[in-house]
């Protein structure tokens, strides 16, 4: 870490991967829709070794929760959100590859976000932190790689919002990236999609406890956050793994089955109930509301054809050797309609694009779950690179 | 209305149709979960006439939010919610049947209803009153048939909740009903459902307003009812009917563009997100939160197998000559599966049957919306009776 404001920023989230280094990437940084940050951080971490031309970086961009602990290492053995992935004889080989993972700006795990200090004000920016884009991840993860000397990128590997900020990137920064995997993402956000964020962070704004994001770190919006988390959890799997794996099976958890009122004699009855409770009790005690807020509306905000004057202007600026494009036929939140379109762009630019339609019964979040159908798909090609 | 009781919740909700009839069913109504109602009324309405051997009626259930006005008459020309469907020369056709729709108990539209007085305390039940399920809804509404002289019905037709209460009171007064048609409902709830309505509860239950209950109401829980809503919503119509609708327009609604906070500079900038706000927006105005909580809770907790030894055994207690079962392609909340259950139910208990899986975009509410196909298929049926 480098210097008090970031450990006061590591000390309110206690989950943050002690392995993560943080660079500073910028003394003055432009904000795509007005602003600017002064000494901004990147959080990244790495595995595997650089050869000695450079030429075996894979980058992997995170979806709108995770870390840059995509997995284990010596110096932080705690699972990755990608451990069956990458590591060593891994689909994403970390014996042959230099693995960066990065940490989204604006992400409360180690890069600068709304819980960082304004060294202007010597308090968090909270709200004052300007209007965030998925462009200005994408610029961010540039400025990092450039200070740890990355020019090429052999691989650069988005999921979800991590292939927004990889579509971006590629478009922004085109002499990079050599090769692209695009996982259940959009070139746009659509209603239903918009709809859903829109509604999660409304019921974090109507939690009392927010107070118009001047929140005590001590006495967050938890009940927003959890409820948020929740509402994104019904988009993030499937209608029919729900059905598979719960059915109508009570839930046998002494905890969480105290009397709320007389209706709901225990709170959370069903096992879906307190399946979605854990889970979300989990993600309330490790994620700020106020970042959750300006991730979640950069994704919103994210089209990709205003990068250029068209949607395909945008995608003919991008100018990579091969891409893969998966979808999941269960992904309600990134329909495979929207990877095709994606596969549909980078072919009339000219980018030879394989595009494969998985079947996984968890929704979008097949690629966190189902790793054995996608390491297979991205093991292949590589390979094939 | 019956007596200052009555007038009283009418006061408390305006919206409350002024031409629905209330009739005191039973002086004490037993529940299927423990616990009574005394002095129990039940709302409806009625359209065209009764024939002399009494071998006309249709009855309608509604969905969870419905009032018995489904549509309009002289006393009372405001639209109904199936206003296109029901009337003089429309499908169900109100020159040649005599049509009943019926607020469900539970129901803040006239039914007694957690907003109702209890006689005893003289205060409003809100949480005490007894844990509903649907098959006291069906029960309530056999007793006011039978209060009004209907002995037997010609056709039963129950959407969505109203049709659980179709499934459940053909079950349990199979002397009663000659022929059904059912449209996007379910044998049982399944955990997506569940999930969607466990979280709708949460919210409003998390409303400080709410105030266990015991909120006031003049002021009552409208963040909690409107966010509610509006994750119901994101259940009743399809993803693609969005995208169609709204893609990526923005709102030119200029009351709803208020600077909320600084990220969000237009709290409502998509015309998606305006949309559900509108629509949430007349729904927290007309339903009472205690209301909603128990009519939702009663969906989760509806298992037609309950009623028998198995599924098969309850169904095998449908005695009726025919049923017509109404699917939408779109429809992610009660979705074909369900439908194509209950056909193979009703199919292997001996009843003709017909299943139709109607290519519709506005996902579960396409009954509503998209009248003209499905007056086509129960026009058709109703002929072939």
Redesign the interface.
């Known amino acids: 870490m480098k210097n008090s404001s970031d450990n006061k920023v590591v000390d309110l989230f206690k989950h943050t991967n002690t392995s993560a280094k943080v660079l500073n990437i910028s003394d003055s940084f432009e904000m795509k829709r007005g602003g600017h940050l002064s000494n901004v951080n990147v959080a990244y971490e790495a595995w595997g070794s650089l050869n000695s031309d450079k030429s075996n970086v894979i980058v992997i961009f995170t979806g709108l929760s995770a870390s840059s602990h995509v997995t284990s290492s010596p110096s932080d053995q705690a699972p990755g959100w990608w451990e069956t992935m990458v590591g060593d004889g891994k689909a994403i080989d970390t014996s042959k590859y230099y693995v960066i993972c990065i940490n989204t700006l604006g992400s409360c795990f180690g890069s600068t976000s709304p819980v960082s200090i304004n060294e202007q004000t010597n308090q968090p920016y909270r709200?004052?932190?300007?209007?965030?884009t998925v462009e200005d991840m994408a610029n961010a993860s540039q400025l990092l790689l450039d200070k740890i000397g990355i020019k090429r990128i052999h691989l650069l590997i988005g999921p979800s919002l991590g292939g927004m900020k990889a579509i971006a990137f590629s478009i922004l920064h085109n002499s990079i990236v050599d090769n692209l995997i695009l996982i259940s993402t959009a070139t746009?956000?659509?209603?239903?999609a918009?709809?859903?964020r829109?509604?999660q962070?409304?019921?974090i704004?109507?939690?009392?406890l927010w107070n118009?994001?001047f929140y005590s770190y001590e006495n967050p919006p938890l009940?927003g956050v959890r409820?948020a988390r929740?509402?994104g959890?019904?988009s993030y799997r499937s209608?029919n793994e729900?059905?598979q794996?719960?059915?109508?099976k009570k839930s046998v958890d002494n905890k969480l089955n105290q009397n709320?009122?007389?209706?709901?004699?225990t709170s959370?009855?069903?096992?879906?109930?307190s399946y979605?409770e854990h889970q979300a009790v989990k993600f309330q005690n490790i994620f700020d509301a106020n970042c959750y807020?300006?991730l979640s509306?950069a994704m919103?905000w994210f089209?990709a054809s205003n990068l250029g004057k068209s949607s395909l202007d945008a995608f003919s600026k991008i100018n990579i050797n091969k891409a893969l494009v998966l979808a999941v036929d269960t992904d309600?939140l990134f329909?495979p309609q929207q990877q095709k379109e994606i596969a549909e762009n980078l072919s009339l630019s000219n980018t030879k694009v394989e595009y494969k339609e998985l079947s996984c019964v968890q929704g979008h979040d097949s690629f966190l779950v189902d790793t054995v159908s996608f390491s297979k798909e991205i093991e292949n090609f590589i390979k094939s690179l």
């Not at 959370?268 to 109930?273: A, G, K």
């Open positions: 709200l004052t932190f300007p209007e965030l746009q956000a659509l209603p239903y918009i709809a859903l829109s509604l962070r409304e019921v704004r109507k939690d009392p118009n994001g009940n409820i929740k509402i959890m019904t209608a729900w059905t794996r719960f059915g109508r709320t009122f007389g209706i709901e004699n959370f009855e069903f096992e879906i109930e979605l807020l300006y509306r919103d089209d309600t329909p």
